[in-house]
């Protein structure tokens, strides 16, 4: 089993920046990808990054591993970021991805 917990969001103005956290514990040993997601309002989820994506633009991806925690950076926020952000993991043996593990989300929304 693996426990995510996010954490890091709140109310943001445009053109602010804003760091989330995913704290991973449990088996992680069986991690094979972790990743952030994210759900605006009245629309499906959607995948923004994971660790091993060469994110450009506005997003950035990052990870310690001594601390088992995935940071997911946002710079220029606009009102369109306004959404749940969930962090991701698929774990599994010999590099499955057998099991799917999802944080609880944390609300970021960005004020105009």
């Known amino acids: 089993q693996v426990q995510l917990v996010e954490s890091g969001g709140g109310l943001v103005q445009a053109g602010g920046s804003l760091t989330l956290s995913c704290e991973a514990s449990?088996?992680?040993?069986?991690?094979?990808?972790i990743g952030w997601y994210r759900q605006p309002p009245g629309k499906q989820r959607e995948l923004i990054a994971t660790i091993s994506s060469d994110v450009k633009g506005r997003f950035s991806i990052s990870s310690d591993n001594v601390k088992n925690t995935v940071y997911l950076q946002i710079v220029s926020l606009k009102p369109d970021d306004t959404a749940v952000y969930y962090c991701?993991?698929?774990?599994?043996?010999?590099?499955?991805?057998?099991?799917?593990?999802w944080g609880q989300g944390t609300q970021v929304t960005v004020s105009s």
């Open positions: 449990g088996s992680t040993d069986s991690i094979n990808i």
């Open positions: 991701n993991a698929e774990a599994g043996d010999d590099g499955s991805y057998e099991f799917d593990y």
